[in-house]
């Protein structure tokens, strides 16, 4: 499963559990849910809000410091294989690519050199 999905699902779950507790505390005050949903602006939904936050936050540190190292270990296997296949599919394209740029420097040096030996003796 994608961990984006996952976090999207923890954090809808968070948010209605605490939107739960609050309405349930709101409940046992003998609210009623004309009353409950006059109180939803009220500073104790920021309160909800906040806590969810908090939770998502401390969660996230947590969660990438236990898997940082595999998923940057992930990654460079990722990375290497993706080389790897790269070189093995076009190896002879980027010899040749080589070989070329190797043909062209020393030309242009054998160039040089004839126009700086030509230029000495006139």
Known sequence: MDSRN???????????????????EWKSEGLSDDEILLRVTDTKLENAIDKVTDEISSDCVEWL???????????RAYS???IARNERLWNRGFLASEAMYMITIESARAYSNIIAESSKNV
């Open 80 to 82: 290497t294989e993706f």
């Open 65 to 75: 410091s236990n898997n940082m190292y595999d998923q940057l270990i992930d990654d």
């Open 6 to 24: 996952e976090s999207n699902d923890f954090t809808i779950t968070l948010i209605n559990n605490s939107l739960k507790e609050l309405y349930e």
